[in-house]
């Protein structure tokens, strides 16, 4: 069904009314999915949320989308890899993450449908470029829970490197003005997994700014 929206306030859409059309059939009942349906493991729901989330690191649709927000405008902005070059890149086996991209070769590129030497060589050429991004915009596109392109901001701003950031403690962290007991409680839970921190430190060793 359509709804009628108008701008309330400043920022936030109001919705008055569905927008009934004369002969138009209703559709069935939406129905919150208790599985992913990428992987098919039991969604989870955190308390005081209403959104429900796949707790599979290695669900092939959390990957994807994963790599993906990482090349993003706002975040790596890695121009030429979206949706259709990343699932290529996955399903070749090039990247299992984010850190794969910083391997990649144009040779090994050129071997792929519809890459020609030019669009290789422009992809590699934007993952180079993409090392010299700030802490920041790292910091968005590593997808922590809870941590938007602003909060990103305050935390390089208050903490200036990775390194730093990492060995600061939850308490730490709700410290910085206008980052509340959530943000440092998935902040400082990231950075407890070993996973993330040999990412971290692989995207290091490839030349990002941290």
Same mark, same amino acid.
């Given at each position: 069904d359509r709804v009628a929206v108008i701008r309330a306030g400043e920022v936030i859409p109001q919705i008055l009314r569905p927008v009934v059309e004369e002969g138009a059939r209703r559709g069935p009942a939406f129905e919150m999915p208790t599985e992913c349906p990428a992987c098919g493991t039991p969604v989870e729901r955190p308390v005081d949320e209403v959104m429900r989330y796949c707790p599979n690191v290695s669900c092939p649709g959390r990957i994807l989308e994963g790599i993906v927000?990482?090349?993003?405008? %706002? !975040?790596? %902005?890695?121009?030429? &890899?979206?949706?259709?070059r990343v699932r290529q890149l996955l399903e070749a086996k090039l990247i299992a993450?984010?850190? %794969? /991209?910083?391997d990649l070769k144009v040779e090994q590129l050129v071997q792929l449908d519809r890459f020609a030497e030019q669009s290789a060589s422009q992809l590699v050429a934007a993952i180079t470029a993409s090392r010299a991004r700030p802490l920041s915009n790292l910091l968005f596109g590593l997808g922590i829970r809870h941590v938007g392109k602003n909060v990103a901001q305050l935390l390089a701003r208050r903490f200036g490197t990775m390194a730093a950031l990492q060995a600061a403690s939850e308490e730490a962290i709700t410290e910085v003005p206008g980052v509340g007991p959530s943000i440092a409680m998935a902040v400082s839970g990231f950075f !407890?997994?070993? $996973?993330? $921190?040999? &990412?971290?430190?692989? /995207? !290091? @060793? !490839?030349? &990002? @700014?941290?």
């Open positions: 927000h990482f090349a993003g405008r %706002d !975040a790596m %902005d890695i121009r030429g &890899l979206g949706y259709e993450d984010v850190g %794969d /991209l910083y !407890a997994a070993p $996973r993330n $921190r040999t &990412l971290v430190e692989r /995207l !290091a @060793r !490839a030349g &990002l @700014r941290q």
